[in-house]
Every structure is written in structure tokens, then in C-alpha cells.
């Protein structure tokens, strides 16, 4: 081996051998990537492989002689259409509700944040289907609040509305959490600096805050938008399935593999553009995300 031999004559010269370096860093290859065990390889194959295979067995099944007339179907279009809505509304609504929830516990001591995070983390743990059952409770006919909206006119279940809200109901916990590790990651060192300047709260929070922050916001937006682009259970116990109405593409796509009347490669083309639609959002933003070069 030459390149031991090099470095063995080298040693015993009292020499240093000559190394690799990353260029503009100073370091060499292995340092700057840091050192990892061989062995951790073979496990993170096999995850990968769990992960990308499933999707590369769905895409192999497509059938191309009907995959446009499939997707391009008028209850496919709609639950597609229905799908971005009521994605793009619940995202909002994250983003709305949820920024000022990680703001306060990111800002908050440590018992009253280990409370609120706690609180923030049941969906995620919750089957969806119960996260559906709990909002019929909350704003069923006969629910804490669906009693007085009944009263002035105001019917949410089995409605769009109904999607937004489960849709909303398990993907804010998802910006939750991304944006408040972001804001304890980034301290307040800075935020004390313009305050010791004197910059008011507001004027910390837009200018200091959320820049330093934005990289967990747009992580947050984009784990809230997949979350609601791929709700199911809550959404069919809360919002039904109703073409047209409130059947969204995954429920279009449970009620194609169930044979109602569609065959299941219509199931398996509405399942591959669903994935497309998804992973075209995912490109777009990780091209938009703050400090990403292109």
C-alpha cells in the first residue's frame, strides 16, 4: 500500500504527512464530514431502503395505459383540488395559532414549557382516529361548542370546514415543535443585545427573533402542510367522505381500494399523484429555505 508506506517513512522521519483538505476549510475530508463507524452504514441502508422501496413497489405497479385518464378524472381532479385547499388553509391556520404557542414556550420556564410541550405533543401520540371522535365531541350537535353554533346557524361536521380543523388538529404540533427547538436553539444572547441597543419587542421579535428562527419555520410549515396533505383518520370521522365535498384525495384513494365502484389501479394512480404532488411542494421549498444554496 503506497499510500501507508508514504505515511509510515514520513513518521519516521518526524515528518508530516501531507493530507487531503476540503477546500476554504483547513480541514481534511474525514474531519469536516466528522468520523462515523463503518458498521452504522448497514443499518442506515436497510431505513433507507424501508423507506424508498415501498414507494419505488407503488410506482412499478402504475398502469401507464390508464394513468391519465385516472388522474385526470373529474373525482379525482376534485378530491386533488379539495386536498390543496384545505392543505393550504390548515397550514395557515398553523402558522397563525401556532407560532405565537412556540414563542411562548420557547420563552417560557422550564416547568410551565415542559407543561405546554407536552400538551402540544398528544396528537402526535394519539391515534387520528381519535383526534376525529374528540372534535364530533367538541363540535358535534350535542358537543361543548357545537350546541351554540348549532344555535346561531353554524353546522361544522361533515363539512370543509370539518377538514381544515382535523387537518389542523394533527399538523400543528408538527410546526409547534420545529419552531420552538429553533427559537431554544437560537438563545436570546441577540435578543438582549437589541434590547440593550434599544429595540422594543416588537421590533425583536421581526427583526432579531424570527430571522434566526426562520430556518425551523419553513421546516415547520413544510412538515404541517405534508401532515395535512396526507390526513386520514380524523378527517373521515369528522369531516366524512363525500365526493365532491370533503373527500380529500387519501380518502379517495381508501375508497378506490375498497372497490366502490373504481378499480384499484385507479387507487394506485391517485396514490402516485398524491406522492408527486407531495414531494414537488417538499423541492419547492427546500429551494425557497433561508440559507440554502441553490
Not at 65 to 83: G, K, N, Q
Not at 92 to 114: F, K
Not at 157 to 165: I, S
Request: proline letters at 6%; aromatic letters at 6%.
Amino acid at each position: 500500500m503506497p499510500a501507508a508506506d508514504d505515511r509510515t517513512r514520513a513518521a519516521d522521519a518526524g515528518r508530516p504527512f501531507p493530507s487531503r483538505r476540503v477546500a476554504g476549510t483547513g480541514e481534511t475530508g474525514a474531519a469536516a464530514r466528522g468520523y462515523l463507524p463503518r458498521i452504522v452504514l448497514l443499518p442506515a441502508v436497510i431505513g433507507l431502503a424501508l423507506l424508498v422501496v415501498p414507494l419505488a413497489a407503488l410506482v412499478a405497479r402504475v398502469d401507464l395505459s390508464t394513468l391519465w385518464r385516472d388522474i385526470t378524472s373529474p373525482e379525482a381532479v376534485s378530491a386533488l383540488i379539495l386536498s390543496m385547499q384545505t392543505a393550504l388553509a390548515a397550514t395557515a391556520a398553523c402558522i397563525v395559532l401556532g407560532v405565537p404557542l412556540a414563542l411562548t414556550i420557547a420563552r417560557s420556564g422550564a416547568r410551565v414549557a415542559a407543561v405546554l410541550r407536552a400538551a402540544v405533543t398528544v396528537p402526535l401520540v394519539l391515534p387520528p382516529m381519535v383526534g376525529g371522535v374528540a372534535l364530533l365531541f367538541l363540535f358535534g350537535r350535542n358537543g361543548w361548542l357545537g350546541v351554540a353554533l348549532e344555535g346561531v346557524g353554524i353546522r361544522i361536521p361533515f363539512t370543509a370546514a370539518a377538514v381544515v380543523l382535523a387537518q389542523t388538529f394533527v399538523a400543528l404540533p408538527f410546526l409547534v415543535l420545529a419552531l420552538e427547538g429553533a427559537l431554544r436553539g437560537a438563545g436570546v444572547r441577540y435578543e438582549q443585545a437589541a434590547a440593550a441597543l434599544g429595540a422594543g419587542r416588537w421590533r425583536i421579535l421581526w427583526r432579531v427573533t424570527m430571522p434566526l428562527a426562520a430556518p425551523g419555520l419553513v421546516a415547520g410549515i413544510v412538515l404541517c402542510f405534508a401532515r395535512a396533505l396526507g390526513e386520514f383518520g380524523a378527517t373521515a370521522l369528522f369531516a366524512g367522505n363525500a365526493p365532491g365535498s370533503t373527500q380529500t384525495m387519501p380518502l379517495a384513494i381508501y375508497t378506490a381500494f375498497n372497490g366502490a365502484g373504481v378499480s384499484q389501479g385507479t387507487a394506485v394512480a391517485l396514490s402516485l399523484l398524491l406522492l408527486v404532488t407531495a414531494v414537488a411542494v417538499l423541492l419547492l421549498v427546500r429551494g425557497w429555505r433561508p440559507g440554502t444554496s441553490r
